[in-house]
């Protein structure tokens, strides 16, 4: 399976969905409390790689208000985190697109070894978009073999 948003996949998300995956991405970075460099790098070139069909500043505002959301979800808590996860999920329909989702999240946070928190951040996530654990596994050992090239 390609695990690259596809221009026609992003095409025929409503503008909830591109939110929900900006958001996926940014509790990436942010899944243990501080952007790291390398986590950043690989945040960007997900961005970039990923068809959003929206113009720079439309994309950038939008960003912006999803990061805005991500910070005050993680400032209230674990239960509003989760909830924010289970909203995401709600509006993520498909299997194939939250296994890319989750890829492109797995992939931001290898950029270093992962921590307790980005741990749970990612299992709440797979929980949340139904991916079995071996699934999870098969999508960080094909990020972690990627990176080996």
């Known amino acids: 399976m390609e695990f690259q948003l596809t221009q026609g996949e992003m095409q025929s998300m409503t503008a909830d969905q591109k939110v929900a995956v900006m958001e996926s991405m940014l509790m990436a970075v942010l899944a243990?409390?501080?952007a790291e460099k390398p986590e950043v790098a690989e945040f960007d070139a997900q961005v970039e790689r990923t068809p959003w069909n929206?113009?720079?500043?439309?994309l950038k505002a939008q960003m912006e208000a999803a990061r805005t959301r991500v910070l005050a979800?993680?400032?209230k808590g674990e239960g509003e985190v989760l909830r924010m996860i289970g909203g995401i999920a709600m509006l993520l329909p498909s299997i194939e697109l939250r296994q890319k989702v989750l890829h492109?999240?797995?992939?931001i946070m290898a950029a270093n070894d992962l921590n307790l928190g980005e741990k749970t951040i990612v299992h709440a996530f797979a929980t949340a978009?139904?991916?079995?654990?071996?699934?999870?596994?098969?999508?960080?050992?094909s990020?972690?073999?990627?990176?080996s090239k």
Do not use: N, T, V
């Not at 929206?54 to 439309?58: I, K, Y």
């Not at 978009?129 to 050992?141: H, V």
């Not at 990020?143 to 990176?147: D, F, S």
């Open 32 to 34: 243990d409390g501080r």
């Open 54 to 58: 929206l113009e720079h500043a439309q």
């Open 73 to 75: 979800s993680a400032g």
């Open 104 to 107: 492109s999240m797995c992939s």
């Open 129 to 141: 978009f139904g991916i079995p654990l071996d699934r999870l596994e098969a999508i960080k050992a």
């Open 143 to 147: 990020i972690k073999q990627a990176k």
